[in-house]
């Protein structure tokens, strides 16, 4: 087994790493209190071909393998969760699943423009009444000629409020079930087309756009089927996997971030007559901080690597994002703890830290769903 990086990967963490440490990072705190991202930003993640990483050149990508993102989305998530999630919705939920499923016109049309950052991209599954129980979904798509009628609503949407493209999930016939289900390219300046700013304030991730959105009698096109009519589940499935390996980086970033802030304050901080760290119960607690850290590492770095490799890796993707974001949330309880009342308001980031890991256990399906996929996997079909 070789585990080093390419010296094509370890640029790409260099390139992304300098841009979250130096250019990113002073501007955290801010969007945080702010509760927004700057579009702006927006450019400079498609400047720094960030947004088109896995796509081919001919889209305007640069053809990135799965590990090259994960280190992306690990640098991003060190800083920053919020715009770790815009990207992770933008180029892994939607445009590397409208890579996998897009006809050549649907690619041609939309896949330079992502990765140019020309249009921002959304992912519109979730319901109030349908999360991972996607089978559930109460969207519908009525037949009507050479189109369908979309009606419903969809909540917690990602990059909802600003994107110009919405990837759609809807059911054409619900005594199907599951099978049903169709996906939509849904420009958002369609009639019928309305999305607010969802309630209340959110715990993480206040940088980002989260909508509510609701279709009202919505007409699109046949051809703005992505995949074939009632593929909408493996359409689905397929980009949370992609997602969710988007989120397992971004927490394994967040456990390093916290790690990095612990160790800092452990050497600089003094209490009786000696630096912090010389006590056994910090450093034990660095320790275990250590080790949960390195073990999410390798394994979100070998779940990418198995998707490089062409094998079916929904097990492994499920594994590595449970296991990382439970060890990031563990390690950012203890970094808060370790930093006192300096860790209880925003002067230090490991309050955004606690905040935001939050998230990452429910986004792409909660740590309970990921259990029942991983057991899935383990126990196969009853009889089979």
Known sequence: MNFSLTSAQLEIQARVRDFAQNHLAPLARAMDENGAMPLAMVRDLADLGLLGGPLPRESGGSAWDAVSLALCYEELGRVDSSVRGFMTVHTSLVAQCLLQWGTAAQREKHLPLLAAGQIIGCYCLTEPNAGSDVASL??????EGDDYILNGEKIWITNGGIAHLALVFANA?????????CAFLVPTDTPGFRRVKMEGKELGHRASDHAHIYFENLRVPKSALLGAAG???????????????GVAAGALGVGQACLDACVAFAKTRRQFGQRIGNFEMIQSTLADMAADIEASRWLVYRAAWLTDQGVPATRETSIAKLFATEAAVKAANEAVLLHGGRGYSNEYPVERYYR????????????????IVIARELLGKEGA
């Open 173 to 181: 016939d619900k005594s199907l079930k599951h099978k049903g289900l």
């Open 138 to 143: 109460e969207s519908t798509a009525t037949p």
């Open 231 to 245: 593929e909408g589940f493996k359409v689905a499935m397929s980009a949370l996997d992609h997602g969710r390996l």
């Open 356 to 371: 935001d890991i939050k998230g990452l256990q429910i986004y792409e399906g909660t740590a309970h769903i990921q259990r």
